[in-house]
T-cell receptor
Framework: GAGVSQSPSNKVTEKGKDVELRCDPI?????LYWYRQSLGQGLEFLIY????????KSGLPSDRFSAERTGGSVSTLTIQRTQQEDSAVYLC??????????????FGSGTRLTVV | KQEVTQIPAALSVPEGENLVLNCSFT??????LQWFRQDPGKGLTSLLL?????REQTSGRLNASLDKSSGRSTLYIAASQPGDSATYLC????????????FGPGTSLSVIP
C-alpha cells in the first residue's frame, strides 16, 4: 500500500482480556516501530524491528506486552490481561533505511485502545 | 540522555498571522530532525525532515530551520489558516542510537478564524 496501515482503528476491550493490534508497513521499509500515546502525553517508544535482527524491546512497559514481525513485514503488538492504564493510542511507523539516517518516519493512523 | 522540549505548549493566534514554534534538544549529536503534525484522534503526518548537515527546509507555507550546535529548531508557519490547527511535534534521531527517535511533547496550535 501507499502508507502504513493499522487495524483496528478503534478497540474497546474489557479489563483482563488480550488484544492484538496490527501494523502493515510500507512495502520495502526494513524498520518498524511501535509507539504509544496516552491522553495528553507525548509519544512513548515501545519496540523496534529492523530486518531479521532481534528487536529492541527496551520500551515495552511490562511482560504483558509483546510484539512480533512476520516475514519482515506485518507486525502484531499483543497486550495480555489488559489494564485500564493500557488505554492509549498505539502508533506504528516504518522507515526505509535506518542506517542511512537521512530518512524519516511514516506513521500509521493509530489504534485507539480503550480498556473498560 | 537526549531531551526534547517544545515551547510554547499551546498557542492561539488569529487567522493570517505568521508564527514560530520552537524545539530544543540537549544533545547536539543528531542525524536529523523531523517535524510532524497530529490532528485530534489521528496519527502523525510528517511535515519536514532536516538532515544534520542542513540549515533549513521549506514546504509551501512551512519553513523549518535547524541550528544543531545550539540544539534548536524552529517551525515557521506563514499566513496561518484555521486548517493549520493541530498539535505540532518535533523529533530527533540520534547519531549514536539512530534506531530510536526522541519526540518533544508538542505544541498545540489553534488558529482562530
Amino acid at each position: 500500500g501507499a502508507g502504513v496501515s493499522q487495524s483496528p482503528s478503534n478497540k474497546v476491550t474489557e479489563k483482563g482480556k488480550d488484544v492484538e493490534l496490527r501494523c502493515d508497513p510500507i512495502s520495502g521499509h526494513t524498520a518498524l516501530y511501535w509507539y504509544r500515546q496516552s491522553l495528553g502525553q507525548g509519544l512513548e517508544f515501545l519496540i523496534y524491528f529492523q530486518g531479521n535482527s532481534a528487536p529492541d524491546k527496551s520500551g515495552l512497559p511490562s511482560d504483558r506486552f509483546s510484539a512480533e514481525r512476520t516475514g519482515g513485514s506485518v507486525s502484531t503488538l499483543t497486550i495480555q490481561r489488559t489494564q485500564q492504564e493500557d488505554s492509549a493510542v498505539y502508533l506504528c511507523a516504518s522507515s526505509p533505511f535506518p542506517q542511512g539516517a537521512g530518512y524519516g518516519y511514516t506513521f500509521g493512523s493509530g489504534t485507539r485502545l480503550t480498556v473498560v | 540522555k537526549q531531551e526534547v522540549t517544545q515551547i510554547p505548549a499551546a498557542l492561539s493566534v488569529p487567522e493570517g498571522e505568521n508564527l514560530v514554534l520552537n524545539c530544543s534538544f540537549t544533545d547536539s549529536a543528531i542525524y536529523n530532525l523531523q517535524w510532524f503534525r497530529q490532528d485530534p484522534g489521528k496519527g502523525l503526518t510528517s511535515l519536514l525532515l532536516i538532515q544534520s548537515s542542513q540549515r533549513e527546509q521549506t514546504s509551501g507555507r512551512l519553513n523549518a530551520s535547524l541550528d544543531k550546535s545550539s540544539g534548536r529548531s524552529t517551525l515557521y508557519i506563514a499566513a496561518s489558516q484555521p486548517g493549520d490547527s493541530a498539535t505540532y511535534l518535533c523529533a530527533v534521531r540520534q547519531e549514536t542510537s539512530y534506531d530510536k527517535v526522541i519526540f518533544g511533547p508538542g505544541t498545540s496550535l489553534s488558529v482562530i478564524p
